[in-house]
Nanobody, 128 residues
């Protein structure tokens, strides 16, 4: 069973940066991808970025392209989300999650319903 623990959230001014971490532990021989999702108050959870555990390909929501970068270390398995040029609309609880099978195409990498194990979330607040 996989456990995920996020860290690195906090309060930052617009234009600032934060780096989120997601530590993955437990047995996951079928791990396919690790993703970051976020949910703002009153809004649905949305995909932010994902990285394939097979070939390292990365995927980004249009709203964060050019500002966020996802990366990973394998020992221990940790996925990072470097967030630069933060905006007030980035304010949300950020979750990491794991997918344990691949689906056709690439859209699923940013769809929460394809990810099965979830962390507890970390709050990111962008405000002056």
């Amino acid at each position: 069973q996989v456990q995920l623990v996020e860290s690195g959230g906090g309060l930052v001014q617009p234009g600032g940066s934060l780096r989120l971490s997601c530590k993955v532990s437990g047995s996951a021989p079928d791990l396919v991808a690790i993703g970051w999702f976020r949910q703002a108050p009153g809004k649905e959870r949305e995909g932010v970025s994902s990285i394939s555990d097979i070939d390292g390909r990365t995927y980004y929501a249009d709203s964060v392209k050019g500002r966020f970068v996802i990366s990973r270390d394998n020992a221990p398995k940790t996925v990072y989300l470097q967030m630069d040029s933060l905006k007030s609309e980035d304010t949300a609880v950020y979750y990491c999650a794991t997918a344990h099978r691949a689906w056709s195409g690439s859209r699923w990498y940013l769809r929460s319903e394809f990810f099965k194990a979830w962390g507890q979330g970390t709050q990111v607040t962008v405000s002056s």
